[in-house]
């Protein structure tokens, strides 16, 4: 059984930074793709970032150059850092690990980020 246990959210100001975790437990292996996605209130669950076990990364526009994503296979964790934080931002995000062998994927329970103008 695959848990992910998310830290790291919060309230923070427009401009601020915060950094997000998450912790996996059980059978991980490390080529598995990693990611981040989030959901607004009224909105879809959207795509974050990704990274895969050899580091390739992916953001979304919205996000760029704002925000990165790296992992730790050794712990078994994915980190998204996030600067320069726009309201926009505001949203419940995800972590997502991905067994691209079966195409299964496991989330976290979701962690608050709150912006403020």
């Known amino acids: 059984q695959v848990q992910l246990v998310e830290s790291g959210g919060g309230l923070d100001q427009a401009g601020g930074s915060l950094r997000l975790s998450c912790a996996a437990s059980?059978?991980?292996?490390?080529?598995?793709?990693m990611g981040w996605y989030r959901q607004a209130p009224g909105k879809q669950r959207e795509l974050v970032a990704t990274?895969?076990?050899?580091?390739?990364?992916n953001y979304a526009d919205s996000v760029k150059g704002r925000f990165t994503i790296s992992r730790d296979n050794a712990r078994n964790t994915v980190y998204l850092q996030m600067n320069s934080l726009k309201p926009e931002d505001t949203a419940v995000y995800y972590c997502?690990?991905?067994?691209?062998?079966?195409?299964?994927?496991?989330w976290g329970q979701g962690t608050q980020v709150t912006v403020s103008s």
């Open positions: 997502n690990f991905r067994n691209i062998g079966t195409m299964k994927d496991y």
């Open positions: 990274i895969t076990s050899g580091g390739s990364t």
């Open positions: 059980g059978s991980i292996f490390s080529w598995w793709t």
